[in-house]
């Protein structure tokens, strides 16, 4: 009682790779430059063009909207995490990044399962598409994972803001996370970290089990298309949706589905810089490069110039 609550938290980043700072400052810098660029280009390619504004694009922009509030949320505080060795953030500050970043994460994953179905009822359903996707069931296919993603992640968010942090501020690590958190707590956190694992249950497999239905029932579809033409065009249409979903599940069971005992910080820190440096940046050159629609739309914008 007599301790001193803490009102900020000192980031170290990288603190072992100190030597390179500069190196990966400007690297990182980049990564941030191209990330925010890519996602920004698809939103505007997609609103400004009639030939893009369908609701498999429509659900692509909200998805790029994610991954920037990912990017901008984590990078610039560690890029002045790296320059300087060391970034100030305040209590609330932390909190606000904490909340952000969960959100986004939960946002993410029924945006995907979102996705997954429209694909569904283009491929399996192709004559009732536009009746079912109509401009109303975008509009709340879009929202709700919003909704959702920013008020359900307060049941994770809450407890961490009453933890008592009385020994330490010093964070190592490169943004505000559950387990650092955790782990920097005078607070008895054994209670939260159950309640934490069992909510988060329900978000991953839910998501998850609605994707693997929809692309079990696609493959079906595609399996009983005679030709190997229209097979190849039909699948093309959802591949990049399956990357994507790949690449973000591997990151996430990585990170989160492996006990945090049974991984050294510097494997943590790896995982994580993959789920909120890279994955936004690789999105956005997914869903450009192997689509034919945005490539031509932007050749032809591109050309115009």
């Not at 369908?54 to 990017?71: A, E, G």
């Amino acid at each position: 009682m007599n301790q001193t609550r803490v009102t900020e938290f000192f980031l170290l980043g990288f603190g072992n790779l100190h030597g390179f700072r500069i190196v990966l400052f400007i690297f990182f810098l980049i990564i941030f430059l191209l990330t925010v660029m890519g996602n920004l280009l698809i939103i505007i390619l997609v609103f400004t063009n009639v030939h893009l504004q369908s609701p498999m694009y429509y659900f692509l922009c909200h998805l790029s909207l994610t991954d920037l509030v990912t990017s901008t949320n984590i990078v610039p505080n560690m890029l002045g995490a790296i320059l300087l060795g060391g970034i100030i953030v305040t209590y609330l500050g932390c909190i606000i990044q904490f909340y952000f970043f969960t959100g986004t994460l939960v946002v993410e994953c029924f945006l995907l399962s979102v996705m997954s179905y429209d694909r569904y009822l283009a491929i399996c359903n192709p004559l009732r598409y536009s009746s079912i996707m109509d401009l109303r069931l975008q509009i709340c296919l879009s929202v709700w994972p919003w909704l959702v993603g920013l008020t359900v992640n307060l049941i994770g968010v809450l407890p961490v803001s009453n933890y008592n942090f009385c020994r330490d501020n010093i964070i190592d690590y490169f943004y505000c996370d559950f387990f650092p958190l955790q782990k920097l707590s005078c607070s008895d956190t054994s209670r939260e970290e159950l309640k934490a694992f069992l909510f988060s249950m329900p978000i991953f497999i839910f998501p998850c089990g609605l994707i693997i239905v929809t692309y079990v029932c696609i493959f079906l579809t595609i399996y009983k298309i005679p030709s190997t033409t229209g097979k190849q065009k039909t699948f093309s249409t959802c591949s990049s949706h399956l990357i994507v979903v790949g690449t973000f599940y591997g990151t996430l069971i990585a990170k989160y589905m492996i006990p945090s005992k049974e991984q050294s910080m510097l494997i943590n820190k790896i995982i994580s810089l993959l789920h909120t440096v890279f994955t936004p940046l690789f999105n956005s050159i997914i869903y450009s490069l192997r689509n034919q629609d945005i490539k031509r739309t932007l050749k032809k914008l591109l050309t115009k110039k």
